[in-house]
Every structure is written in structure tokens, then in C-alpha cells.
Nanobody, 125 residues
Framework: VQLQASGGGLVQTGGSLRLSCAAS????????MGWFRQAPGKERRFVAA????????VYADSVKGRFTISRDNGRNTVLLQMDSLRPEDTAAYYC???????????????????WGQGTLVTVSS
């Protein structure tokens, strides 16, 4: 069971990036997929999550209206479209999976079962 995140890079303030997380079918089906980020010297923080069953979504207040999470169940992929990026969005971004039975815990990193490696996003001012 693996998660593979990609799509990070360097972008100017106001720019856009799209992150992608590919998962094995066993991971993707019946799981909530989430994105977290961790800036240097700071704790890992919730960004967004999407349910498998009905594509319900939830966002951190800091990214609401700027980021969009989506999933392609046929390709076992979850996407994070990031628009209007700000320097404070600079961080390593991680995708993770949690059972759909734990939807109420999606904002908590320690509840997630599986993690991908980080992809670095740097927003220059």
C-alpha cells in the first residue's frame, strides 16, 4: 500500500500549483484522502480532505476558497489545486489516507493510517 505525492515546486505569490497523489487501489477504495502540510520548525497541519463515497470535502480555514481537492476514483488519484498562493503556503505537502469510518477525525494527522512522502511547495514573495 503506497501513496505517491508529486507536483510541488517554486511559484510566485498569486500563482497556482496542482499536487497529485497516486494510491494503490486497496488504499483508495473506501478511504478518505487528505492533504497536510508542514513548514520548517512547525507541526504538520491539516489542509483538506475528500471522502470516497460521496466526495464530501472539508478544508482548513486558511485555504478555503483558494484550494480545491478532488479525486479520480478510476485512476486512484487525489488532486489538490492550489490557487492564489501566498508565501505562508510554503511547506512540504503530504497526502494521507484514513478509513471512511473515521470521517469525523479527518483534521487530525495522528488518526491517519497511511502517508506518502512530502512534496515541497515554495511560494516566493
Amino acid at each position: 500500500v503506497q501513496l505517491q505525492a508529486s507536483g510541488g515546486g517554486l511559484v510566485q505569490t498569486g500563482g497556482s500549483l496542482r499536487l497529485s497523489c497516486a494510491a494503490s487501489p486497496r488504499t483508495f477504495s473506501s478511504y478518505v484522502m487528505g492533504w497536510f502540510r508542514q513548514a520548517p520548525g512547525k507541526e504538520r497541519r491539516f489542509v483538506a480532505a475528500i471522502d470516497y463515497r460521496d466526495s464530501a470535502t472539508v478544508y482548513a480555514d486558511s485555504v478555503k476558497g483558494r484550494f480545491t481537492i478532488s479525486r479520480d476514483n478510476g485512476r486512484n488519484t487525489v488532486l489538490l489545486q492550489m490557487d492564489s498562493l501566498r508565501p505562508e503556503d510554503t511547506a512540504a505537502y503530504y497526502c494521507a489516507a484514513i478509513s471512511t469510518t473515521k470521517w469525523r477525525w479527518v483534521r487530525y494527522a495522528d488518526k491517519y493510517d497511511r502517508w506518502g512522502q512530502g512534496t515541497l511547495v515554495t511560494v516566493s514573495s
